[in-house]
């Protein structure tokens, strides 16, 4: 069974001997934008965020109210409520 992740490689090899690059270099490009949307993620902003050939993710009021509640509850028991 051929797997995503196996499909990645693939292309990051193209990509590498296309554009006379080493594997890691490609690599990290190729997944920037997946570290960048992480980031954001465990930033806890909630901004949305736009990916090129993906779509614009954002947290559903759901997702963001049970988020927001549970960083105040961390913050309260840490004994820090200004953070939040």
Do not use: C
């Not at 090899?13 to 465990?42: C, D, G, P, R």
Request: charged share 30%; aromatic share 10%; hydrophobic share 35%.
């Amino acid at each position: 069974m051929i797997t995503l992740i196996d499909h990645r490689e693939e292309i990051v090899k193209k990509l590498a001997l296309k554009y006379n690059m080493t594997h890691k270099q490609v690599e990290e490009i190729v997944m920037y934008q997946y570290k960048f949307m992480l980031n954001t993620m465990q930033s806890g902003s909630f901004k949305p965020i736009m990916l090129t050939h993906i779509g614009k993710w954002y947290p559903s009021k759901k997702r963001k109210q049970y988020w927001e509640s549970k960083l105040k509850l961390d913050a309260e028991n840490k004994g820090d409520i200004s953070g939040v």
